[in-house]
């Protein structure tokens, strides 16, 4: 039973840590990439939809993406949702294809990404640290219900610690990786 507690809390932990991950894509850096244009949706027939769902985003170079829709009627739209979206650059349509040009991020911009960067890490810590809270108090509840002894308890404990400080500090390692990435010119 206790096995079966440490792999869900374990599973649950990695799980924060690839969100945090994901979220991540999402932030500029030095260099452009098709991620900062994920959470852009356009109204597609009635439905919401995301840009590469409706056409191919390519990166050109380091500040320039390209977005080609498949449908042409859609080229004022996508231009509309990408500025009301405010991801930094302005979109350039030239009648067939939709040109983001992206200028080089400032020191300001580039603490700015550090910021949300830690805000998003400090989320991923906090769910590490509730998945904890919960296993915990299974562990608590088993013990209550007289399931298993107090040494158990207190050495599934021990053992639930041992896992979050694990994924703490892999957090913190992915943190600083990431902050030097942002912050290299």
Not at 151 to 159: P, R, V
């Amino acid at each position: 039973m206790l096995n079966e507690l440490f792999n869900e809390c374990e599973t649950k932990m990695k799980s924060s840590v690839n969100h945090m991950l994901r979220d991540f894509k999402t932030l500029r850096t030095g260099k452009v990439t098709t991620s900062v244009l994920d959470n852009v949706k356009i109204d597609y027939y009635g439905t919401l939809t995301a840009l590469d769902q409706v056409g191919s985003i390519l990166v050109a170079d380091a500040t320039t993406i390209i977005i080609n829709p498949w449908e042409k009627n859609l080229l004022n739209i996508i231009d509309s949702a990408i500025s009301k979206a405010n991801i930094g650059a302005t979109p350039n349509n030239d009648g067939s294809q939709i040109k983001l040009f992206f200028p080089a991020m400032t020191v300001e911009q580039r603490q700015e990404s550090v910021k949300q960067m830690k805000g998003m890490g400090e989320h991923a810590k906090v769910a590490v640290r509730n998945d904890r809270k919960n296993a915990n108090d299974k562990i608590k509840k088993s013990e209550k219900d007289k399931e298993i002894t107090a040494d158990e308890s207190k050495s599934a404990q021990d053992n639930i610690q041992k896992i979050t400080d694990k994924y703490i500090s892999e957090i913190d390692s992915i943190l600083k990786t990431k902050e030097a990435e942002i912050l290299k010119v």
